[in-house]
């Protein structure tokens, strides 16, 4: 079964073929980090136009890189939400149009599903059940995943994501945007005993994250620092904020492979690709010997083979899950353990 995914839900357009017997035949990504820094974040009308200019030649991209025709396609899959509504209909219209024209059916996917997946497109993918951290721009999250579909929240955070989190302290250091990758890189010639900041929830007894309080930490510190901030100002105090931002992290997940039982972690979103958070990560599982799972750099970001994988493995449970009616609706607000 090949399996065409789409993925629109933010700021990122991506398509991919996905076989289930042979694996992933051709994916092509276009980001919109570009447009979007001028504005130092997202801006969700300018976002939904560039998705309808990108969808249409990422897509014939996709299929001469696969040497494939159309009626090869077997199924359309598309995320359906959580994200920007302009953009996720833009998604959603697409692969609804076409499952018209080309008489295939189609099937909505979650995005968050997709990220949870992704590390099983690698070539060492983890095995049932395990616990996963998700952590990106919208969302930070701990699940018990038991299988395809059957994931219970363990953790989330009460205020901004670890990904919101980076964005607005990277904003307020002048590092541009998009903030993680900006803050991670000067971390690294940061001096870690310059600055401590706040580790929030680190000993609190339950598993939820709260960031905007060590947001506002480096707000407070920006604002009363004596002198205009130099380069090492800001590597010492971005060095503060991701050794907070990791510690916390780390803490909660082996907290919950602990309370679990469970001596797997798959790490997924956009944060996972953060270089501090998987140093830690691996540091930890060699001294606490748990293996510790991530997706392909290029897939942690969000991207159409991780809508084309989770769609195809939904479909191989549950073939009906994919329809031939062609109406569609959008779910910009969707919990991951409220899917079907």
């Keep these: 079964m090949i399996v065409l995914g789409i993925e629109s839900s933010c700021d990122e357009t991506g398509l991919a073929l996905y076989d289930t017997e042979r694996g992933l035949r051709a994916h092509a990504l276009y980001s919109q980090v570009t447009m979007h820094e001028e504005y130092g974040g997202v801006v969700p009308e300018l976002a939904s136009r560039d998705h309808i ?17 159309m009626p090869a396609i077997d199924a359309i899959a598309y995320t359906q939400g959580p994200g920007l509504a302009g953009a996720l ?9 076409l499952g018209l024209a080309l008489d295939k059916p189609v099937i909505g996917v979650h995005h968050l599903e997709g990220h949870l997946l992704s590390p099983l497109l ?21 699940m018990r995943v038991d299988g395809v579909g059957a ?56 598993l939820d994250f709260s960031f905007s309080g060590l947001k506002t930490a480096v707000l407070t510190l920006v604002k009363n620092h004596p ?9 010492n105090i971005a060095r503060a904020f991701v050794d907070a931002m990791v510690e916390v992290l780390v803490a909660k997940s082996l907290a919950a492979l602990q309370q679990n039982n469970l001596q797997r972690l798959v790490v997924a979103g956009g944060v996972g690709a953060n270089i501090q958070l998987r140093n830690m ?21 969000d991207n159409g083979a991780m809508i084309a994988f989770a769609g195809a493995l939904r479909l191989q449970r549950s073939p009906q899950a994919a329809s031939k009616d062609y109406r569609f609706n959008v779910k ?9």
């Excluded at 690698?122 to 701990?142: E, K, Y």
Aim: contains cysteine.
């Design 151 to 206: 994931y219970t929240l363990l953790g989330e955070t009460l205020d901004d994501a670890a990904g919101e989190a980076f964005d607005k302290s990277a904003k307020l250091l002048g590092l541009g945007y998009p903030g993680g990758p900006a803050i991670s890189r000067i971390a690294e010639t940061g001096d870690p005993n310059v600055y401590q900041l706040p580790r929030p929830m680190l000993h609190a007894k339950n």
């Design 332 to 340: 910009p607000r969707w919990p991951l353990d409220q899917i079907d």
């Design 89 to 97: 209909l833009v998604g959603a219209s697409v692969a609804c149009g």
């Design 227 to 235: 002198h205009p901030l130099t380069i090492k100002d800001k590597a």
């Design 53 to 69: 200019r990108r969808t249409i030649p990422l897509l014939e991209q996709v299929m001469q890189s696969s040497q494939l025709g």
């Design 281 to 301: 990560l691996n540091a930890a599982a060699k001294k606490k010997r748990f293996e510790v799972f991530y997706p392909e750099l290029e897939f942690c970001t």
């Design 122 to 142: 690698a070539s060492n993918p983890p095995a049932f059940p395990f616990i996963a951290l998700l952590v990106s721009g919208g969302h930070t999250q701990l």
